[in-house]
C-alpha cells in the first residue's frame, strides 16, 4: 500500500498513552525497517518506535511533549513510490480522526490561527504546545514573558498547568503579608504563595502522579498488617565478604544481600503459596510463576520494580546477574515494558538507605510486600550447651505489610519467620 500508518504500540499492562518525547527524524526523511522514529515516555518505561519498513516519513501528527493514546496514529509514512495526493487525504483524515478521539479542547482549533504569531519555540528553544500558545494569545502573555515560566513538563516544556501558575501569579495581588491560599489547578496538592514569596511549587511528574494514586488507591482497597521479625545474618554476612571478590573476578557480577534474600523468600513462597496471588473482586488468583519485583529508586526520586521472573528456576548466580542487570537498566532509564510486569510478590530494600525497618505498602494487585531493613551490629544473647553469652551479631529487621483480605496473621506470621529462618541458615561455606 502506498501508505502507512505508525501506530503507537500497546507499551505494557495498564498503560494507555505515552508522551511523545523526541522525534529523532524529520518529515521527508528515509528510514530503513527497524530504525528508531521517535522516543515515548510513558509513566513507567521509555521507549522507542522503530520504522515497520522500509518507508519515507511523510507527516508527523503530533508534536514533541504531545501524549497520544495507544492505538493513535502517529505519523503517517509511505512507501518511495507512493502517491502524495493519496498520501496527503489520508493524512488528513488521519489527523482529523485522532483529533477527535483525543477531544482536544476546542480553544486549540478555535485559537490556532491567533495563535500563530507565537513560536512554536522560545528562543532559548523551550517547546510550545499549540494549547499553551492559544492560551498565551488569549492572555495577552508576549514570547518574552514565556521565556520565563518555568516549565515543569518533559526536558523543561512549558505545560498547561505552568502557564495557569504563571497566569494567576501575575493577575494576583497581595494585599497583606498573610500567605494567600490559591487553587492549584495541577494534581499536587494545594500550596500557598506568601506576600515574600517565600515557597517552591513542584508540578507532579508523570510517574509521581501514578505512583501517588496507586499508593492511594491501595491503602484504599486492602487492608494492611505489618508484621516484623529480627534475624540474625551473621553467617550470610560472613559468607558474601568471604565470596564477592571472587564472583566479581570469575563472574564480573557484583554480589549485593538481595539474591541471596531473594532465594530464601522464594523458598519460603513455596512453603506458603498463598502468598503468591493475587485479588479479583472476591476471588483469589494464585500465582504458580514466582515473579519477584524489586523495588528501585530512580535518579529522578521516584521509584519503579522491575521484576525479576521465575526466581524459582534460577541458581544464585542467575539471581544475582538479574539483580545487577535490572538495577542497571533502572539507573539508566533503559528498562522495557516487559521488566516491570507480571510481579506476583515484591521486595523493598529500605536499608539501603540506612533505615532499620519500615511499612511497605502493598503493590496491588498482589497480596504482600517485603521490606528489608539496615544490618546493624548489635550484642546479643547467643545461647550454648555451656550457657548464655554475650556476643556481637550482625541483625536485620524484615517487615512484611500484608492483604488481610487474605492473609490472615497467622500465615503472614508464619511466612515471614520461614523466610527469616531460611536466611539466618545461611551457609557459609557455600560455593557458587
Known sequence: MAKIELILPAMGEGIIDATITKWLVAEGDSVSEDDPICEVATDKVDSEIPAPKDCIIEKFLFAEGDTPSVGDVIAILRDSNADETIVEEVVDNAKAEVVTAQNIEKTVVSESVKSSFIENRTPSGKFLSPLVRSMASKNDILISELESVIGTGVNGRITKDDLLLYIDSKNSVVTNSKPEIFEDKSSAPVNTISSSSNVEIIEMDRMRKLIADHMVESKRIAPHVTSFVEIDVTALVNWRNKVKDKIMQSEGQKITFMSPILECTTKAIKDFPLINSSVDGDKIIRKKDINIGMATALPSGNLIVPVIKNCDRQSLLG????????????????????????????????????????????????????????????????????????????????????????????????????????IEQWDSSRII
Do not use: C, W
Not at 324 to 329: F, G, P, R, V
Open 319 to 422: 539471581l544475582t546477574a538479574n539483580v545487577n542487570e535490572l538495577a542497571d537498566k533502572a539507573r539508566n532509564n533503559k528498562l522495557k515494558p516487559d521488566d516491570i510486569q507480571g510481579g506476583t510478590f515484591t521486595i523493598t530494600n529500605v536499608g539501603s538507605f540506612g533505615n532499620i525497618t519500615g511499612t511497605p505498602i502493598i503493590n496491588q494487585p498482589q497480596v504482600a510486600i517485603l521490606a528489608v531493613g539496615a544490618i546493624v551490629k548489635k550484642p546479643t544473647v547467643i545461647e550454648t550447651t555451656d550457657g548464655d553469652t554475650i556476643g556481637i551479631r550482625s541483625k536485620m529487621v524484615l517487615a512484611l505489610s500484608y492483604d488481610h483480605r487474605v492473609v490472615d496473621g497467622a500465615l503472614g506470621g508464619m511466612f515471614l519467620k520461614r523466610v527469616g529462618d531460611y
